[in-house]
């Protein structure tokens, strides 16, 4: 956004923004189009702002508390086959986010929700946003009791105000944070297990034997495995996170295309290979430390996992429990100023749509933050399994027809805008086609979840989520002929092409991407005036709208 003088432009401005929002560092084009002048990083840069997110001990816990519940194979086999789903719906979300340098609360609009519709996938991130930011609080937490002796709750507070001010200045830190620990971070993650195995010959061993409190003790049973991985699968909106990210890649060329698709691919879906990995050793180093003399119900907390880690290293003494907290911090601080920076951007996308108004990201984080840490003092680490098993049919559902929007219904069906519109003034408020998938998909598997079509069904229920989501994408959208995608004619005018446009609301300077025309206010308006805007009722989307001013093609646009 530029600072241009309001008074230059062809009238008085009409909205006024406080200071957290005309500022871009603080503001980070959280409801807009990043522009290509603030997209400034190198693809190098971005990638590993992007990898550091997943800098998270979740990965571990999680796979600690599969291993015990579920023993090792079921453990193993979720694992994998929910990293492998997570790959492939990762893939196009990534690249059209990267594409078209939208979040994926802007793509989701786009890609068959609607403009309101997609105030629920709004929850539904947001709500993935301050679990996991509560589950990383709690790791963090543990860690400060056991080396510093700090009562739990006390340790929640403190976790969760660090966090804040390190959020507040966007992508502007974060690059620079998550690129400048990611070295020491990677060293500290692979020298516990690469140590374990070249200590301990028995190792793999255990592992693989490990029952934990399985049924089916460590060998194979389909419901468990099921169950497993519909936790695992809990995952997979993730890739908004990465999308987050994404949305700051420099524009692709000839010259920089596979060091581009390197990046997006890496950044994007690549982030489960990492993820899933880190599950593994979670389930491996609950064995470890449970041979180690921790008691089974504590296995899946990662300052244990670590403490007996680093003791094959250090010795069992002063210097391992050190190193493991230092670790665990450093995680926790890399992961949860994504979760907190991803949650601001949700909410406030969120509530620009239903209140009109947009106070600031910044105030958003305090209300992200604030819901994790009740989270976190109503002990949610205690019944992290039904959290994770319950919330992963419903993101599974979204993430589904999501994709099946961008893989079938845009380039096969071509029933789906082939760009990604996501400004209000193009939109129906609601699209059955993603909206409608998504809520039939999640209503089957959430009464499968509970019991409802019997014990596969339950167990299988997130399977159920994404089969329902993807098959029903494309249906609907056949039997609406694609009709809820785009609410009036664009209205693009051949010969007038400008790079930056001043909006007739603000004032201030936006590049094309981010203007429309509007009949209401009888010029070009940037999409943040337009949905903040309760007076214009959508008048530019009846029948008997004016023409609205505009500036190319959709080409011009969007490539």
Not at 19 to 40: G, H, M
Not at 175 to 200: E, N, R
Not at 464 to 478: D, E, K, N, Q, R
Not at 495 to 505: L, R, S
Request: glycine share 8%; charged share 10%.
């Amino acid at each position: 956004m530029s600072t241009t003088n309001p008074a230059t432009s062809s009238g008085p401005p009409r909205r006024k923004f406080n200071k957290l929002v005309s500022n871009p560092v603080f503001e980070d084009y959280s409801l807009r189009y990043a522009p290509k002048s603030f997209r400034t990083w190198s693809q190098y840069a971005v990638f590993s702002a992007a990898l550091g997110g997943i800098a998270y001990l979740a990965d571990q816990a999680i796979g600690g508390s599969l291993a015990v519940q579920y023993g090792f194979t079921n453990a193993f086999w979720g694992i994998i086959a929910a990293a492998t789903i997570i790959f492939l719906t990762g893939i196009p979300i990534a690249y059209y986010c990267a594409k078209y340098n939208v979040d994926v609360d802007l793509l989701t609009r786009g890609a068959g929700f609607g403009y309101l519709g997609s105030t629920i996938t709004s929850v539904i991130y947001a709500s993935f946003t301050f679990i996991f930011f509560a589950l990383e609080g709690s790791i963090m937490a543990q860690a400060f009791n056991l080396y510093f002796g700090i009562p739990l709750p006390i340790g929640y507070a403190i976790g969760s105000l660090m966090i804040i001010p390190l959020v507040a200045f966007g992508m502007t830190l974060l690059s620079k944070l998550q690129v400048w620990t990611q070295p020491i971070w990677l060293t500290l993650l692979f020298a516990p297990p690469i140590a374990v195995l070249a200590i301990d010959p028995h190792a793999i061993s255990n592992w693989t034997s490990f029952a934990g409190s399985s049924p089916s003790g460590s060998g194979f049973n389909p419901l468990l495995f099921g169950s497993a991985a519909g936790i695992a699968l809990s995952l997979i909106a993730q890739i908004g996170e990465q999308a987050d990210y994404l949305r700051f890649m420099p524009d692709k060329t000839k010259k920089s295309s596979f060091g581009w698709w390197l990046a997006v691919l890496g950044a994007g879906p690549g982030w489960v290979i990492l993820g899933a990995a880190k599950q593994l050793m979670g389930s491996f180093f609950a064995s470890v430390a449970v041979a180690h003399g921790t008691p089974l119900a504590k296995a899946n907390e990662p300052i244990q996992m670590y403490h007996a880690g680093f003791t094959y290293i250090l010795g069992a003494g002063f210097a391992a429990i050190s190193v493991a907290t230092f670790f665990v911090i450093l995680s926790q601080i890399k992961i949860n100023v994504t979760n907190a920076y991803s949650g601001s951007l949700s909410w406030s996308n969120f509530f620009s749509r239903l209140l009109h108004a947009h106070p600031g990201r910044v105030v958003y984080i305090f209300f992200n933050v604030g819901i994790s840490l009740t989270l976190m003092e109503l002990n949610m680490f205690s019944f992290l399994g039904h959290i994770l098993g319950f919330y992963s049919n419903v993101a599974v559902a979204w993430i589904g027809a999501v994709t099946a929007d961008l893989v079938i219904n845009k380039p096969i069906l071509k029933l789906s805008p082939s760009y990604v519109e996501f400004k209000r003034a193009h939109l129906f408020n609601f699209n059955p086609v993603g909206f409608g998938s998504m809520m039939i998909a999640s209503t089957i598997s959430v009464l499968a979840f509970f019991g409802a079509f019997g014990e596969y069904a339950q167990a299988y229920s997130a399977f159920i989520a994404l089969g329902v989501a993807f098959i029903l994408s494309p249906v609907i959208a056949i039997v609406t002929k694609g009709k809820y995608y785009i609410a009036r004619d664009a209205n693009y005018h051949a010969g007038v092409h400008h790079d930056t446009m001043n909006c007739v609301a603000c004032g201030f300077e936006y590049e094309k991407q981010d203007m429309t025309g509007c009949p209401f206010h009888k010029g070009n308006i940037c999409s943040l005036c337009c949905s903040l805007d309760s007076a214009c009722h959508d008048e530019c989307k009846k029948p008997h709208a004016e023409p609205a001013l505009s500036y190319g093609t959709p080409a011009d646009l969007n490539h």
